[in-house]
Nanobody
């Protein structure tokens, strides 16, 4: 199983980026997908989760209303649309998969390598 995150980069405050997570080796539709981030000097935190049937989503309070998680079954790819970015969103972002369980994103099974997002003027 491989997860490849991409789409990070340097963006000005207020700007947007879309992260992609290309999955191979399993069907994305069978898994809950989550995005996490680790900011410099901080612990990793959950950003957003999307259930395997796309019926449930979860967002960190700090990104609600600004970030949107989605998936494309045909491409076996998950996305994180990030709008109105702030300097405090600067972090390495990771995507991960979880075999469906009752509580979203509480025990990820597969992780990808991260992609760096820097929000700065």
């Amino acid at each position: 199983v491989q997860l490849q995150a991409s789409g990070g980069g340097l963006v000005q405050p207020g700007g947007s980026l879309r992260l992609s997570c290309a999955v191979s080796g399993v069907s994305l539709d069978d898994y809950t997908v989550g995005w996490f981030r680790r900011a410099p000097g901080k612990e990793r935190e959950g950003v957003s989760c999307l259930s395997h049937n796309a019926g449930n989503t979860k967002y960190a309070e700090s990104v609600k209303g600004r970030f949107t998680i989605s998936r494309d079954s045909a491409r076996n790819t998950a996305y994180l649309q990030m709008d109105s970015l702030k300097p405090e969103d600067t972090a390495v972002y990771y995507c991960a998969l979880e075999w469906p369980r009752k509580r979203l994103c509480t025990g990820m099974d597969y992780w990808g390598k991260g992609t760096l997002v820097t929000v700065s003027s």
